[in-house]
């Protein structure tokens, strides 16, 4: 092989050392800066500093030391282009054939608590992602390479056959703008949100690969996981697997769905969850009879299901979860002997999450064909609400307790929504329905006699009484709704006909 030159700055230092030893031997001379010129020549590589291939020292403490002429010309010149080879000639410039960099930390950075805005901006990386870029636009004469693990791709391809395949230059290249962009992204996102920037007139996102899955919500689907670069806690993003298989698309897709409704809860509480919609939610003094009411809500549909609970797991509870088949359990914590529980079952996943002591609002994302739409997360709660009551009749304190617990899940339920409450746990839930009434009378039916003394909670106002009458029919006694309808007064007269206390929110919570 030719004499080649490879310049290499990187801030992850892994593996380093002896990927530019592995050059050397193959008779690659070694460029590099700072850090990582002292490095190499620690460990015995003999090193050129960028400054003797410049003729420029290196300042603004070290913010200008690559962005030179002899630098990007060694890089983009086209080897097989005269004018080009003409012109290094000319200008003494050595063409550059590697490139291994990896850019200052930024994520690292901002993730820190006590971040400040300087410490933030010094850490944007400027001359990495300018060879990065000059380096992978020109991969058909240019190795570059970002990531240590491709280290020994890049080894074995010149091992074998003396050069850096074309196949191997073109994936490394769209890598490095993959990188690129990336980082870019989430400095944007930052600045972005520093400025005080709502709706940009550019929405630039990142996320890293979590996982392949098997597949996506059916067989033929292929599909993967992602998550946010600043992942948040309480979320599946951040949940560490114990146990079990991998997590599935829809395991993924229901677990979140069920972190989303325990956390509003700041009692112990137990969600159930089966296709992204809750067949049973408990709350009580303790997590054992929080599961137990959230059990007794549905104990068919809870076979199969995933299960979120706001405090750690002991080991009575566990052992009733045992008895039946769940596909996830999500705690923050497992007593270690309910852990010995429920490893038993070999394929049982056991999910830990981090809760947040208090809700934080993110930019909500969801796909359509061809776009993106953009919401805020809603984090709108109980305490949040303009609590009024209209109807004659206040609520009880147990009427109180029963439409606290239906508000807080009927935000979660796909709309139209309707659900009823009683004794802390759900015994009726209708979801997705085309009509309001409708959703009431699945609910009803589901609750059959419990539903006497019940309280029901409505994800959006009613457009007419006929689901006031529906639930007076079924024994139910207290109402959360957000009211606004322009027929308000027909839902009023008819509680107040049937003795029912009705309780209006002022905000609804639509779920498509």
């Known amino acids: 092989m030719s004499k080649k030159r490879a310049l290499i700055s990187v801030s992850d230092k892994e593996g380093i050392v002896a990927f530019a030893q592995a050059l050397e031997r193959l008779g690659v001379e070694v460029v590099s800066t700072g850090g990582t010129k002292k490095t190499l020549e620690e460990n015995g590589v003999n090193v050129i500093g ?10 603004l403490d070290g913010r200008v030391k690559t962005l030179h002429p002899k630098v990007h010309g060694g890089l983009l010149a086209i080897r097989d282009n005269e004018a080009h080879q003409a012109q290094l000639q000319e200008h003494d410039i050595t063409p550059i054939d590697f490139v291994v960099v990896n850019l200052y930390p930024f994520k690292k950075t901002i993730e820190k608590e006590d971040v400040t805005l300087e410490d933030a901006i010094e850490n944007i990386d400027i001359g990495g992602p300018t060879m990065l870029r000059s380096a992978a636009k020109n991969y058909r004469d240019v190795t570059v390479i970002v990531d240590p693990t491709d280290y020994e791709v890049v080894l ?22 993959r990188h690129t962009a990336a ?17 940009p007139e550019t929405l630039t996102v990142t996320y890293e690969k979590v996982q392949d899955l098997r597949y996506g919500e059916n067989p033929h689907q292929k599909a993967a996981f992602y998550k946010k670069p600043l992942t948040q806690k309480g979320s599946i993003a951040a949940a560490t697997q114990l146990h079990g298989k991998e997590l599935s698309y829809n395991n993924i897709n229901d677990a979140n769905a069920a972190l989303q409704i325990v956390k509003e809860f700041t009692e112990p509480a137990v ?3 089966k296709h992204m919609n809750p067949c049973g939610v408990g709350v009580g003094t303790t997590i054992n009879e929080a599961y137990e009411k959230a059990y007794e809500a549905d104990s068919t549909s809870i076979f199969g299901g995933i299960i979120a609970a706001n405090r750690p797991i002991d080991r009575a509870t566990a052992i009733q979860m045992k008895e039946i088949f769940l596909e996830i359990i999500i705690a923050p914590a497992f007593d270690e002997d309910a852990l010995e529980v429920l490893t038993a079952k070999k394929n049982l996943r056991l ?31 109980f305490d949040d609400a303009n609590i009024t009551v209209p109807t004659k009749r206040e609520p009880t304190e147990e009427e ?3 439409l606290k617990l ?19 746990m759900t015994i009726g839930v209708g979801a997705g329905q085309m009509n309001r009434v409708g959703a009431a009378k699945i609910a009803i039916e589901q609750a059959g006699e419990k539903a006497q003394g019940s309280a029901l909670g409505s994800d959006a106002f009613f457009p007419m009484d006929d689901t006031v009458e529906a639930a007076a029919k079924a024994g139910v006694t207290a109402i959360i709704q957000p009211g606004g309808s322009i027929r308000d ?22 779920k498509h």
């Open 351 to 381: 999910l830990t999450v981090q809760f947040e002591e208090q809700a934080t609002k993110e930019a909500f994302l969801t796909s359509v064909k061809g776009g993106v739409l953009v919401q805020d997360e809603d984090v709108f709660g």
């Open 183 to 199: 980082y870019d992204a989430l400095i944007a996102e930052y600045l972005t949100n520093v400025a005080g920037e709502t709706e």
């Open 489 to 510: 007064e027909d839902s009023i007269k008819k509680a107040d006909e049937y003795g029912i206390t009705m309780v209006f929110t002022g905000m609804r919570h639509f």
């Open 50 to 59: 960028i400054s003797d291939v410049t003729g420029f020292p290196e300042i």
């Open 271 to 273: 969600v159930a969850i």
């Open 406 to 424: 239906a508000w807080g899940v009927v935000k979660n339920v796909k709309s139209n929504a309707i659900v009823l409450t009683k004794d802390n």
């Open 400 to 402: 109180w307790a029963n």
């Open 156 to 177: 074995t391809d010149l091992t074998k056959d003396n050069k850096v395949s074309f196949e191997t230059n073109q994936r490394l290249a769209a890598k490095v703008f």
